[in-house]
């Protein structure tokens, strides 16, 4: 099994460092355009792999050839949001850079899956599908898994429980719009409006939704990373060990939940087939509202790459 990371930033580092450490793959191939970057970070990570018992091999590059015949390409490059931007003002940059990254990826590995983490993530994963022509099931765009775990931190810390109790998923694209959806969320099986009153969930769905830039006014000169890379890895451990989870993820829909030529996140079996079944849950008419301006939303982005030359 070979992996290749995209991306030698924080996010694809650590999600570099995570599939080497778990043993996920034989070989982790680290791409950035940037000359030493890569090379630096990924002998690095080598040379922690004795000290952490794993004998994943890690290497970094500036080539495209090196990553030929990855079973998996993780796609992590583009800029990072700043305060005061939001994932779509990154549109125009990133459509660019995750093209490029994409054909080039594909060349060498026509054959892999591949895993979007780039924003505005929903367009970089439409993006990915037309550059390279995979069928959906092999491009999957991170935002559902991301966006769910930073929702359950959120209800945990409001109940003051573990993590481990919550069941809970988002629906919709990454961003402002993303639809968390309280009456699918229980704690221990005991739905969430039984532990606390509509406010709470109200203010809980609100933090999540600004999950993201919460994390970037923290630190002004980056995003998030640990969680986003988690998210990611958390996908391919699923599709490599054919766990067959029920995981919320960017996928192209047609025809689903109404919804056509968009990707946007719902809930998905990952297996080793990549996208093995997409579920349709049954929605209220304010929640199929909220994802239909949603979807409406990853639309207008998409429609705007058709005046960009990327």
Avoid at 66 to 73: G, H, K, L, M, Y
Avoid at 84 to 103: F, H, P, Q, T, Y
Avoid at 238 to 243: A, L, M, T, W
């Amino acid at each position: 099994m070979k992996m290749t990371v995209i991306g030698a930033g924080n996010v694809g580092a650590t999600t570099a460092e995570r599939i080497a450490y778990s043993e996920l793959a034989h070989e982790v191939v680290l791409l950035d355009i940037a000359e030493g970057v890569p090379q630096g970070k990924g002998l690095d990570m080598f040379e922690a792999m004795p000290v952490l018992a794993s004998d994943t091999r890690v290497r970094g590059t500036n080539n495209y050839e090196d990553t030929a015949n990855s079973n998996f390409v993780i796609i992590t490059a583009g800029l990072a949001r700043k305060p005061g931007m939001s994932r779509d003002d990154l549109l125009a940059a990133n459509a660019k850079i995750v093209g490029s990254c994409a054909e080039q990826a594909f060349k060498y590995s026509p054959n892999a899956f591949y895993i979007v983490v780039s924003n505005p993530l929903d367009v970089m994963t439409h993006v990915v599908l037309q550059k390279t022509g995979l069928p959906r099931n092999r491009v999957l765009g991170m935002a559902g898994v991301l966006d769910t775990a930073r929702y359950r931190t959120f209800i945990a810390m409001e109940l003051n429980v573990s993590v481990e109790d919550i069941q809970a998923f988002v629906l919709g694209g990454h961003g402002d719009s993303m639809v968390p959806l309280p009456r699918y969320t229980t704690v221990a099986g005991v739905p969430i409006s039984e532990l606390m009153p509509q406010d709470r969930i109200d203010s809980i769905v609100l933090r999540a939704r600004n999950g993201g830039i919460e994390i970037v006014n923290f630190l002004k000169t980056g995003s998030a990373y640990y969680a986003p890379s988690a998210s990611a890895v958390q996908m391919v451990e699923c599709i490599v060990k054919d766990k067959r989870r029920i995981l919320p993820c960017a996928v192209a829909l047609n025809g689903e939940y109404g919804l056509n030529n968009v990707v946007v996140g719902v809930p998905v079996k990952v297996g080793k087939n990549g996208i093995e079944e997409i579920f349709e849950i049954t929605l209220t008419p304010d929640e199929q509202a909220a994802l239909n301006a949603s979807a409406d939303d990853v639309k207008a982005n998409i429609a705007k790459l058709a005046t960009m030359d990327y």
